[in-house]
Each structure stands twice: as structure tokens, then as C-alpha cells.
């Protein structure tokens, strides 16, 4: 039996992903690696083979054209046969005292006489992660010890108030794979941003969380083509766009509010803060069109739903991108980039 999943999706990764893999593969046996070579035309499928030869119990090779990120992961959920399931690109890795004190908790949950339903598994694992600038040799964690218990498991009515740096990344989960399959995640191909949905669709589905407060996943930040490299987002705003109406629309946060009015809370707060990052990168486009694709973007919110909408724009962070006039611009643009400087985001 394989505890955990953990899918790489790879596009043109042949000059890094030999560290992702084999960080991963510290997890032995009872990890299953899927490495998606997203139809790559450098060496990236060659790397996945030789190392799908050389840990044959361990490591899965998959070919296929290219779809993007979401479809790799899309491939990823569709083949897992672990218990558990995660997600690491190719340019990051997992820290291996934290990844072995991971896997063993699972086991420790995930032993037979729990399996069969005697006691509750954790729905979600929640791990820190590190956002690493190795050019720059700096290094930030981030960690959820004001939301969650440590080392206990809890729900979502149980935990406590988001920091407005937090939020719960791809980089800090570990779904149980029936989970992501019950919430019919299915990630938008040939488009960025698609992170964004996968950690929050599922929650709502999600009784039990277990947080561990160990530094497990590091994300490298400093590559000039990285989707959160800010010229980079401007270009693919229309993707941003995209993955911020997807996901203000995959969950009904009344219903969600009627059995955990926190988890709705931070959804939403969460909703909020993809608006303010579309709105924020219009802004700082500086064209007309960009300024009528901001009012669409707004508009377009007001029309799906009301509600969500007003509480949107009058009451958190994102409404703040639509102050009025060119200073209103300044402004919220001035906001953004001490945010910047005060939480390292690139």
C-alpha cells in the first residue's frame, strides 16, 4: 500500500528537477512519485525515465502533450493510488527530517485498525513552507501555529484567526486523495494560477486537519520566468482573471458559512485577496484596456452574486483596488508594493 502520492508535473525541467526528485524520494517505499513530463522538447522525459528505471516501486514516468501545470496535476489525481496526496513543482523540494516526520504520522494514522473507520484520519494535513530565495540567499517561513492546534487534530470550527500574510497554499497541503476526487477537482488546462483553486475547493469537504509545525516544503522563488514574478503576471492577467472567477464560483459560501462559519470566513477572505492581486496587476498595466477589464471584473462579480460582491468591495482588503481616481491609483498601488517589501512576495 502506498501512504502518499506526490505528483511532479514537469515542463522543461532538466536543469533543476533532480533536486525535487530526490528530496522525494527520502519517502521510500511508501510513497508512489508520479512525474508528469508535460510534453517537454528538452531532456525532462529522459530524467523521468532513468529514474522510473531506476526506482521501479517507487517512481511512475508519464508522457503527455503539453496542458500546463493543472493538467499535470490533473494526471497526477486521475492515477494516484496513495492514501494521501500532494503536489510539489519540479523547482522545489521537500526538507527531509520534516518530509520522514510526515510520513510517519501518517502511517501512525493510517494504520489498519484506524483505516477501517474505528477512529478519524485527517482529511488534510497542514505543513509550513518556505519560500527560498536562493540568489539572494534569504529565506522566509511561513507557518499556521495561530490557526491550528499542533500535533492534534482539530476542524474548522475549531481553529483560530488567519494572519492576513496566511492563506493555504498548494505548498502547505496534503489532501487525502478521496477528498480531491469527492470535490471534483479538475484544473483548467494551458493557464497559470490554477494552484489557487485545488487548495480551495476541497476544504469544505475537509472534517478533520491535522497541522504539523515542521518547515516541509521549500519554494524557490528568483527565476525571471516564474508565474508570481510580477512583469510575469502582468502579461498572464487574463489567466489571473480566469482562475479568480473560477474560483469565486466553486463553492456556495452560504452553505459552507451554515456549517463552518469560519472556514467561509476564510474563504472569502480568500476570494478577497485574489481580486485584490487581478485588480492591483490592471492597475499597475497603466492601459485603458486594462482599466475596463478591471470594471469587468468587478461588474462581473456584482452579477454571479450580489452578496459576495458587497462584502467584497466594502468590508475587506480587495475593495481597497477600487478607491476612485488616479488617486485612488497611486494609492493602492503604494499599498501593494509595501506589502511587498514587508512579506518578501516577489
Sequence with gaps: ??????????????DYMNRCIDSLLEGGDDVEIIIVNDGSTDRTGEIADDYARRYPDIVRAVHKENGGHGSGVNKGIELATGLYFKVVDSDDWLAPEAYRALMYQIKEFCGEAVWND??????????NYVYDHLDE???????????????HMCTWNEIGHFHPSQYLIMHALVFRTEILRKAGVKLPEHTFYV???????????????????????????????????EEVLKRRIDQQIYVTNEVSHCV?????????????????????????ISSIHLLLIETEESKRKHKELWRNMKQRNKGLYYRLKYSTLSGLTCLPGKLGGKLTVGGYRMAKRIYQFQ
Design 195 to 229: 494552484d489557487n483553486l485545488f487548495s480551495y475547493q476541497p476544504l469544505p469537504l475537509v472534517q478533520h486537519i491535522y497541522y504539523m509545525d515542521v518547515d516541509l516544503y521549500h519554494y524557490y522563488l528568483g527565476r525571471d520566468d516564474q508565474s508570481v514574478n
Design 118 to 127: 474505528v477512529a478519524p484520519v485527517p482529511d488534510l494535513f497542514v505543513c
Design 137 to 151: 540567499g534569504t529565506s522566509r517561513a511561513m507557518n499556521y501555529r495561530n490557526v491550528f492546534p499542533s500535533g
Design 1 to 14: 500500500m502506498k501512504y502518499l502520492t506526490v505528483t511532479v508535473p514537469c515542463y522543461n525541467s532538466e
Design 252 to 276: 456556495d459560501l452560504l452553505e459552507v458559512k451554515e456549517k463552518y462559519p469560519k472556514l467561509a470566513n476564510y474563504m472569502c477572505r480568500n476570494i478577497s485577496i485574489m481580486m485584490a
